[in-house]
């Protein structure tokens, strides 16, 4: 048997990059940028693909929504024709996943962050608007909650309607469609408002210092009884579903939601609307940056990246009065987008080192 290092692994990856990258360059190389990842930022990369496609000689690329840790895991597949050239993602890129790229051989990769995006909770216009805190978030949607008999141990989730989490929310059974575990926007999602919420119990908090395992467990955990369901990577399907179920509440990007304002009403978090402004400013608590990752490898050898990436973090595309804010992206500030400028000119690779 023969056991191999972290360390031996990469290096046989970086042996593999080299016969793969020649294995890209005997190929026929397709004539078309294949672009996979977040449902989040499809509509964005779309917009782009489309633009870049009228305005220059190359294919528009193809873009498809598999949803972030399924774009990220075929991008990190391998170098070759058959592999993706981009992936987009609601959330950056894991070690973990850094590690698979080198182990296959993808050990140079450009990290794009283009902006940043608020996941909603919305509800059908035709209903009353929800105002939630991140505590009533957690308590709706946790598989396991503190007593609520104030003792300082988890049950089983006993809350059935939001009137059962506290007086003021509506009779109405908690019903929340949301994506699945493969999407950044459920991971973002988790982290920043049922963690958000999570954590206001101060001996849970407590919990975070002596077992962070534990303590990820316990907040980051969704209920599988039926009050939470599964909608899949499609959030223009979630919007389409809210519109005949006036009782539920669906999870995606803001961009949806500014996309259907007339169908789509967005719930209040912690008492701030979900608007373009106050995710820019941060008074909006469930908002993350977005990022698209570029393998190095097929970069003159797949026709068009260099371009694709001039057009993407153009002025006119993710600039403050750019074509993609009018889409809903919430433009970086000046400073990082012009190390993101910089690093894509460079073509620096990712460098990360801890989770």
Avoid at 174 to 191: C, K, M, N, Q, Y
Avoid at 280 to 301: I, N, Q
Wanted: charged content about 20%.
């Amino acid at each position: 048997m023969i056991t191999l290092t972290r360390k031996s692994a990469v290096m046989i990856g970086s042996a593999l990059a080299v016969l793969a990258t020649a294995n890209v360059n005997a190929q026929a190389a397709r004539d078309q940028i294949s672009i996979v990842g977040s449902s989040t930022v499809y509509p964005f990369a779309t917009v782009v693909a489309e633009q870049f496609g009228r305005t220059t000689n190359f294919k528009t690329p193809t873009v498809e929504s598999t949803g972030s840790g399924g774009g990220l895991k075929l991008f990190c597949s391998g170098i070759g024709v058959a592999t993706p050239d981009i992936a987009n993602s609601s959330r950056r890129i894991k070690v973990s996943e850094v590690e698979t790229c080198a182990s296959n051989g993808v050990d140079g990769v450009v990290e794009v962050k283009i902006g940043y995006d608020g996941i909603v909770l919305a509800n059908s216009a035709s209903s009353d608007q929800f105002s939630l805190t991140t505590k009533d978030i957690f308590l709706a949607l946790a598989k396991d909650v503190p007593s609520p008999d104030g003792a300082a141990s988890l049950v089983a989730n006993p809350y059935q309607k939001w009137s059962d989490i506290r007086a003021g929310l509506p009779d109405s059974q908690i019903e929340v469609l949301g994506p699945p575990p493969t999407s950044g926007t459920r991971d973002a999602f988790v982290e920043l408002a049922m963690e958000g919420g999570c954590k206001q119990f101060d001996w849970i908090k407590a919990v975070k210092k002596e077992d962070k395992s534990r303590y990820k467990a316990m907040c980051h955990t969704i209920r599988e009884d039926g009050r939470f369901i599964e909608a899949g990577e499609n959030d223009n399907l979630i919007v389409q579903k809210l519109q005949t179920s006036p009782n539920a509440l669906g999870i995606f990007g803001f961009s949806f939601l500014d996309q259907n304002s007339v169908v789509v009403t967005g719930s209040k978090v912690n008492g701030e609307e979900p608007t373009f402004d106050n995710i820019a400013d941060g008074a909006y608590p469930v908002s993350r940056p977005l990022y698209f990752y570029v393998k190095k490898a097929h970069v003159g050898t797949i026709p068009g990246i260099s371009e694709y990436l001039a057009e993407f973090t153009s002025e006119r595309a993710m600039g403050e009065d750019g074509y993609l804010a009018d889409r809903g992206l919430i433009p970086l500030p000046a400073d990082e987008y012009s190390a993101v400028v910089k690093a894509v000119n460079n073509m620096t690779n990712l460098q990360l080192t801890a989770e």
